[in-house]
């Protein structure tokens, strides 16, 4: 009996063998054969728990673990525990490297993500009506931030803006703009970017005198808003779930995703503010383990599909997202045309700008 299962044994270890020799070596398909860390954006976090995600990411021989943090706080982590550094613009990324050692890096930006203010029916209706916001569609519209910022300046109430009437209760109290905290969310750090430009008359803050000149309104659209969150994942789900302010920043690739899972974005307007910056989320390689995972996010169909999927415009891939796009054009812009793009301030001036904004400097 021993001699025969012996036998079978021995079988088997050369049948196993042959097939090493027969598949050349390679490793079967789907199996991960190095692992990575990266501190990352909480935007791009349900991307990388997409199950499709993990298996193509797998067939490419990664396994990638993920912790988030805000893009403008990654700096001060221990980015020596990180092989990769995933921060939503390109300006904490030329921080991260500086402060990991890897200045000069082959970074790499896959995909970006505009920002947008989604609204409520009812507040997109009354901004419009006021000249704030132009509406085009039911569900879409451009957000005029030079009326927008001379309103804020003027401490407008949604109660002025409906000529004293309570047409509309749930609107109430001072129009502002829902963030994240400037002072490390990309988000909210750009919304400054964006705004202090129209403010110093669409000219990029670039000095202390400028600073001086915008910082009071910056003040205002951060100071009454209360506690602030890292994320745009909170407000935004806040506003999904039916809670939370009339007028939340988020990136469009919360509201394209959203779209494309068919869940219902309620009553939403997505308004496309007349200026911004755009945000390249860049991919920086800490260690060399990391060194081609951003190229595959970039050039790799398959997950470049799953970047769509999840609302992300690939940089190498504007014909795709354009195509998942056209069935939800009633709220996402297939081109950003008659949007004017700026460009960010330096990261010393608009941490400076922030620090002020958030009365923390």
Same mark, same amino acid.
């Given at each position: 009996?021993?001699?025969?299962?012996? !036998?079978?044994?021995?079988?088997?270890?050369?049948?196993?063998?042959?097939?090493?020799?027969?598949?050349?070596?390679?490793?079967?398909?789907?199996?991960?054969?190095?692992?990575?860390?990266?501190?990352?954006?909480?935007?791009?976090?349900?991307?990388?728990?997409?199950?499709?995600?993990v298996k193509a990411l797998a067939d490419?021989?990664?396994?990638?673990?993920?912790? *988030?943090?805000?893009?403008?706080?990654?700096?001060?982590?221990?980015?020596?525990?990180?092989?990769?550094?995933?921060?939503?613009?390109?300006? %904490?990324?030329?921080? !991260?490297?500086?402060?990991?050692?890897?200045?000069?890096?082959?970074?790499?930006?896959?995909?970006?993500?505009?920002l947008v203010v989604i609204a409520r029916?009812?507040?997109?209706?009354?901004?419009?009506?006021?000249?704030?916001?132009?509406?085009?569609?039911?569900?879409?519209?451009?957000?005029?931030?030079?009326?927008?910022?001379?309103?804020?300046?003027?401490?407008?109430?949604?109660?002025?803006?409906?000529?004293?009437?309570?047409?509309? %209760?749930?609107?109430?109290?001072?129009?502002? !703009?829902? *963030?994240?905290?400037?002072?490390?969310?990309?988000?909210?750090? $750009?919304? $400054?970017?964006?705004?202090?430009?129209?403010?110093?008359?669409?000219?990029?803050?670039?000095?202390?005198?400028?600073?001086?000149?915008?910082?009071?309104?910056?003040?205002?659209?951060?100071?009454?808003?209360?506690?602030?969150?890292?994320?745009?994942?909170?407000?935004?789900?806040?506003?999904?779930?039916?809670?939370?302010?009339?007028? !939340?920043?988020?990136?469009?690739?919360?509201?394209?995703?959203?779209?494309?899972?068919?869940?219902?974005?309620?009553?939403?307007?997505? $308004?496309?503010?007349?200026?911004?910056?755009?945000?390249?989320?860049?991919?920086?390689?800490?260690?060399?383990?990391?060194?081609?995972?951003?190229?595959?996010?970039?050039?790799?169909?398959?997950?470049?599909? $799953?970047?769509?999927?999840?609302?992300?415009?690939?940089?190498?891939?504007?014909?795709?997202?354009?195509?998942?796009?056209?069935?939800? *054009?009633?709220?996402?812009?297939?081109?950003?045309?008659?949007?004017?793009?700026?460009?960010?301030?330096?990261?010393?001036?608009?941490m400076a700008l922030a620090a002020r904004?958030?009365?923390?400097?």
């Amino acid at each position: 009996m021993r001699r025969i299962l012996g !036998i079978a044994l021995a079988v088997l270890l050369i049948g196993g063998v042959i097939a090493v020799i027969a598949l050349g070596g390679k490793k079967p398909e789907g199996t991960a054969t190095k692992t990575v860390r990266g501190v990352i954006g909480s935007e791009k976090s349900e991307f990388f728990r997409d199950p499709d995600v993990v298996k193509a990411l797998a067939d490419k021989g990664y396994t990638v673990k993920t912790e *988030t943090s805000g893009s403008w706080a990654m700096d001060q982590l221990a980015l020596e525990e990180f092989d990769f550094a995933f921060p939503s613009s390109a300006e %904490p990324a030329a921080e !991260i490297e500086v402060k990991a050692g890897v200045k000069g890096a082959q970074n790499t930006k896959p995909f970006f993500s505009p920002l947008v203010v989604i609204a409520r029916a009812n507040a997109a209706k009354v901004l419009s009506e006021h000249g704030l916001a132009k509406v085009t569609g039911k569900n879409s519209g451009t957000l005029l931030l030079g009326p927008f910022l001379k309103a804020a300046a003027e401490d407008k109430k949604w109660q002025e803006l409906q000529g004293g009437t309570s047409a509309y %209760p749930e609107l109430n109290g001072t129009v502002f !703009i829902k *963030t994240t905290d400037p002072t490390a969310s990309n988000s909210g750090a $750009l919304f $400054l970017a964006t705004t202090s430009n129209v403010a110093n008359g669409t000219t990029v803050v670039s000095d202390d005198a400028a600073i001086d000149r915008t910082a009071p309104l910056m003040k205002k659209l951060i100071s009454v808003q209360g506690s602030l969150e890292q994320s745009t994942d909170g407000p935004f789900r806040a506003f999904i779930s039916g809670s939370g302010e009339p007028l !939340i920043l988020a990136y469009e690739s919360q509201v394209a995703s959203l779209l494309q899972q068919k869940q219902d974005p309620g009553d939403m307007v997505v $308004l496309y503010p007349d200026t911004t910056v755009n945000s390249p989320h860049t991919f920086v390689p800490i260690s060399e383990k990391a060194g081609e995972l951003g190229s595959l996010l970039a050039t790799d169909p398959k997950l470049r599909s $799953l970047v769509v999927r999840h609302g992300f415009r690939p940089t190498e891939g504007v014909a795709e997202f354009t195509a998942a796009a056209a069935p939800h *054009t009633a709220y996402l812009k297939t081109e950003l045309t008659g949007l004017r793009q700026v460009g960010a301030p330096t990261t010393k001036v608009l941490m400076a700008l922030a620090a002020r904004a958030t009365g923390k400097g």
